[in-house]
C-alpha cells in the first residue's frame, strides 16, 4: 500500500506560481499529477517516469509547468508558472506502473492523494 500526501496548493493571481509537493510512502512507481474540476473528468497534468526517469505534460501545461522527482525523498514536485484562471481545479498525485504509451491514462494509476485545491484568481 503506497500512501500520497500533496501540499501546497492556495489562491494565487494569474501570472503567478505555485509549487505542489507530494510525498510517497513505499514502493517505486511512477508518479503524476491530474486535475479535476466540478462537472469534468479529472485530466492529466504531467507525470514522470519510473521507467525511463523522463517528465511528459499535457498540452495545456506545456512550457509553464515542471515535475520533477527527488527520488531520495520519494517526493513528486510540480512547480506552476504563469497560471491562468483556467488552472484552478482540485490538484491530485497518482503512483502507478503504465507503459509509456499510457503515462496519460487515469485508470493506469493505482494510488491517489486526496486532493490539493489551486485557485487562480484576481
Known amino acids: 500500500q503506497v500512501q500520497l500526501v500533496e501540499s501546497g496548493g492556495g489562491l494565487v493571481q494569474p501570472g503567478g506560481s505555485l509549487r505542489l509537493a507530494c510525498a510517497a510512502s513505499?514502493?517505486?512507481?511512477?508518479m503524476a499529477w491530474f486535475r479535476q474540476v466540478p462537472g469534468k473528468e479529472r485530466e492529466f497534468v504531467a507525470a514522470?517516469?519510473?521507467?525511463?526517469?523522463?517528465?511528459y505534460y499535457s498540452d495545456s501545461v506545456k512550457g509553464r509547468f515542471t515535475t520533477s522527482r527527488d527520488n531520495a525523498k520519494n517526493t513528486l514536485i510540480l512547480q506552476m508558472n504563469t497560471l491562468k484562471p483556467e488552472d484552478t481545479a482540485v490538484y491530485y498525485c497518482?503512483?502507478?506502473?503504465?507503459?509509456?504509451?499510457?503515462?496519460?491514462?487515469?485508470?493506469?494509476?493505482?494510488?491517489w492523494g486526496q486532493g490539493t485545491q489551486v485557485t487562480v484568481s484576481s
Open positions: 513505499g514502493g517505486r512507481y511512477t
Open positions: 514522470v517516469s519510473a521507467n525511463n526517469g523522463h517528465s
Open positions: 497518482a503512483a502507478g506502473r503504465p507503459i509509456i504509451s499510457a503515462i496519460m491514462t487515469e485508470s493506469m494509476y493505482y494510488y
